[in-house]
């Protein structure tokens, strides 16, 4: 399983990870990971994670938006890191599937 850093951010307030990755039943999962003193300011709790999952079958129409092969995991992993590589890029890719009809699950917790 290749995960692929799309977002990483450390500061002496925060900590940001935000990466994406297949599991091994072809779902595209992206994880984001904030830890430290800014978090505990917003949240009340000093760690706030994060997830998207994307069916294989809702997967499939990425390639599409991406130009690519069908199939091609790594590929579409790097075509998520060069679209969505700042601090902004998990609400950012919700707004994308959101806007291209792509269903996924999302959950978060504090």
């Known amino acids: 399983m290749n995960r692929i850093l799309l977002f990483s951010l450390k500061t002496d307030d925060i900590k940001v990870t935000v990466e994406a990755y ?14 430290g003193k800014k978090v505990e300011a917003y949240w009340g709790d000093s760690d706030y ?3 998207t999952t ?24 790097i075509g998520l890191q060069v679209r969505f590589n700042t601090n902004t890029c998990y609400s ?19």
């Open 49 to 51: 994670e994060y997830s």
């Open 54 to 77: 994307i069916a294989p079958d809702e997967v499939k129409k990425l390639y599409g938006l991406f130009q690519l092969e069908n199939g091609s995991q790594q590929d579409l992993l």
């Open 92 to 110: 950012e890719l919700q707004n994308f599937l959101d806007e291209n009809k792509i269903k996924y699950e999302g959950f978060s917790w504090t």
């Open 22 to 35: 297949f599991d091994g039943s072809g779902n595209l999962i992206i994880d984001g990971y904030d830890i």
